[in-house]
């Protein structure tokens, strides 16, 4: 069964330092999102990725993240300057196109833990 | 139903049991619902959606039962089991999807507060 795949599983940083998330979607998705989920509470969406642009972004998504899709196959997200309330799981999600209501797949996620 | 802060509602029950759980959704304007599952260290699972034309909806032992007058949305997993033990999320997608986003939005999920479910052998 395809799935998404995110790398690292977890990493530990240094506040103020820059950290990489990476995806790697469902090959024939087209639609690509970023959500976060700190520790105990719920997952929230942080961006929505469209025809390599951003089509939506929350309020947590501020001039500290940005998202890129370097090639064909990888979706990136970048916590430029990172803050102790970055720490949280961050899950990159897919879904198809041309399904009005289609699954939303989520990868197993990134633990970000910053010190 | 839901809960404020890291305080999640549980849910306990024994194998074979059938199990409801509920969330209480809030915005009117949403016209896509669906549960997930999550269990620890992975991200969320779908298990059943549901469009709000609709009121009820099954899958396999599950069922997605939605309320819009009180803004309710329940799952109800028949014969539960030990491997359906995890937390359990509703998530809802408003309807004010505009052709400018090519339907991302679509996949613009508000997230309830989770419900774990712990079943017992």
């Known amino acids: 069964e395809p799935e998404v795949t995110q790398t690292p599983s977890h990493q530990v940083t240094q506040m103020g330092q820059e950290v990489i998330l990476r995806c790697v979607p469902i090959?024939?998705?087209?639609?690509f999102y970023w959500y976060r989920q700190i520790l105990g509470q719920k997952v929230e969406f942080l961006v929505s990725?469209?025809?390599?642009?951003?089509?939506?972004k929350s309020e947590i998504f501020d001039d500290q993240f940005s998202v890129e899709r370097p090639d064909g196959s990888n979706f990136t997200l970048k916590i430029r300057s990172t803050k102790l309330e970055d720490s949280a799981m961050y899950f990159c999600?897919?879904?198809?196109?041309?399904?009005?209501?289609?699954?939303?797949?989520f990868g197993e996620g990134s633990r970000l833990t910053v010190l | 139903g839901e809960s404020v802060g890291l305080h999640l509602p549980t849910l306990s029950v024994q194998e074979g049991d059938n199990s409801i759980i509920n969330c209480a959704y809030s915005?009117?304007?949403?016209?896509?619902f669906i549960w997930y599952k999550q269990e620890s260290g992975k991200g969320p699972q779908f298990i059943i959606d549901i469009r709000s034309n609709m009121d009820k909806r099954q899958g396999q032992r599950v069922t997605v039962l939605l309320n819009k007058t009180v803004k309710h949305l329940s799952l109800q997993i028949a014969a539960t089991q030990p491997g359906d033990s995890a937390v359990y999320f509703c998530a809802e997608n408003r309807g004010d999807h505009h052709l400018v986003h090519g339907g991302t939005s679509y996949g613009k999920l508000t997230f309830g507060q989770g419900t774990i479910l712990t079943v017992h052998p």
């Open positions: 915005n009117s304007a949403s016209d896509y």
């Open positions: 090959s024939n998705h087209l639609y």
């Open positions: 999600a897919s879904r198809t196109s041309g399904v009005l209501y289609g699954e939303l797949f």
């Open positions: 990725f469209y025809n390599n642009e951003i089509s939506e």
